[in-house]
């Protein structure tokens, strides 16, 4: 996805849906956060000019109109830290009157929200703001790192690791897969992937045929956020074109598993339209983000095989559904283990007379 020339550009569906799924996320994420926390920051790395071409509101704005506009803002007590980075002096030009006219419709100002706009590249505030931390021997507050770059270069990923490195930090990013794929044994653009990757392994894709060198590359990213990064729960959704095509994956990196429960709802939400899909793979098979019509024969598969043999609780039946599968907790209990009890595969011990409430156990063949 090469950069637009223009100051401001067309909406793109792909790009909709990626916004969607941000503004569901907030959704939930703000109201925890903030249950228990001071301050909370949401920073956006690659900004853009506020909005787009027809009006459509970007990222800043659908970010601070989520937290304005939630019911339980009122209720929310601590203090909201924006910052916006972009580095284009027309698009941050174009960002501060779009981010001033926003404040002006919304008066009174809450006094606990408070906006930076930033004019740099990502990767010089990132590193500055690091830099600030060390010298004051602070930690950042919980953040949400939202990252949507053009392309892979100001990226790097020992650079995120150091600003996200508080248990509470949260990272969202697109991974151009398609870019890197293209250039990962090019040898013209390596200082980026270097960076990009934190290390050079991506260059053993030079022997990986087809698919299965672009999964390398997936792969590959992932481990690096895991093992960098130090994220202890790293999901991945392909945005897949109608040609069946993979454009790019969004990594969604945190620490807490209720972040991988907030965003697996709000992925199942979100209905990119505009031909393309949001997917996810569980044992080599693609799950489609369309929860009109949830097709859960590989969560049966993959229950039925993971725990085969063995007496678990629900609760781990849960947690293996919510961090090792594409699936919600709610594709669980209606939509497989009832049918599962039902056809006399699995035997069922409940405290009480029907359901799976908390201390149910359940027996798999």
């Known amino acids: 996805m090469a950069a637009p020339k223009t100051t401001v550009w067309q909406l793109d569906p792909h790009t909709k849906a990626k916004h969607d799924l941000l503004k569901h996320y907030l959704g939930g994420w703000f109201p925890v956060l903030s249950s228990y926390?001071?301050?909370?920051?949401?920073l956006d790395g690659f900004a853009g000019p506020g909005r787009y071409e027809t009006g459509e509101p970007g990222s800043p704005l659908i970010a601070l109109e989520t937290l304005l506009s939630h019911s339980h803002f009122e209720?929310?007590?601590?203090?909201?830290?924006?910052?916006?980075?972009?580095?284009k002096k027309d698009r941050f030009d174009s960002l501060t009157e779009q981010v001033a006219e926003f404040k002006r419709t919304r008066q009174p100002w809450p006094d606990n929200v408070k906006i930076q706009l930033i004019h740099s590249q990502f990767s010089e505030t990132a590193t500055s703001l690091i830099d600030y931390l060390k010298t004051q021997k602070k930690r950042l507050a919980p953040t949400f790192a939202f990252v949507d770059p053009f392309g892979v270069s100001g990226l790097p990923m020992r650079m995120l690791a150091d600003l996200l490195s508080f248990s509470s930090?949260?990272?969202?990013?697109n991974y151009m897969v398609d870019t890197v794929n293209r250039f990962a044994t090019a040898g013209n653009v390596d200082h980026h992937l270097d960076d990009?990757?934190?290390?050079?392994?991506?260059k053993n894709a030079g022997s990986i045929p087809g698919k299965t060198r672009q999964q390398f590359l997936h792969d590959l990213y992932e481990?690096?956020?895991?093992?960098?990064c130090r994220f202890t729960y790293v999901q991945s959704f392909a945005m897949i074109?109608?040609?069946?095509?993979?454009?790019?994956y969004l990594f969604h990196g945190t620490r807490d598993v209720k972040g991988v429960e907030l965003m697996k709802d709000a992925m199942w939400k979100v209905d990119p339209g505009g031909g393309f899909t949001f997917s996810d793979r569980l044992a080599g098979q693609d799950v489609l983000f369309t929860?009109?019509?949830v097709d859960t024969d590989p969560l049966r598969r993959a229950l039925l095989r993971k725990f085969s043999g063995r007496r678990v609780t629900i609760s781990a039946i849960e947690d293996y559904t919510l961090i090792h599968t594409p699936y919600r907790k709610t594709h669980l209990r209606s939509p497989v283990l009832t049918p599962l009890e039902r056809q006399g595969i699995i035997k069922v011990e409940r405290p009480g007379r029907s359901g799976f409430p908390k201390g149910t156990w359940v027996t798999f063949p």
């Open 37 to 42: 926390n001071g301050r909370i920051v949401f």
């Open 75 to 87: 209720k929310m007590k601590c203090e909201f830290l924006f910052f916006f980075c972009e580095a």
């Open 169 to 173: 930090c949260e990272l969202f990013v």
């Open 196 to 202: 990009l990757f934190g290390t050079t392994d991506y």
């Open 223 to 228: 481990k690096q956020l895991t093992d960098v």
């Open 241 to 248: 074109n109608k040609t069946g095509h993979i454009g790019y």
């Open 291 to 293: 929860e009109s019509s």
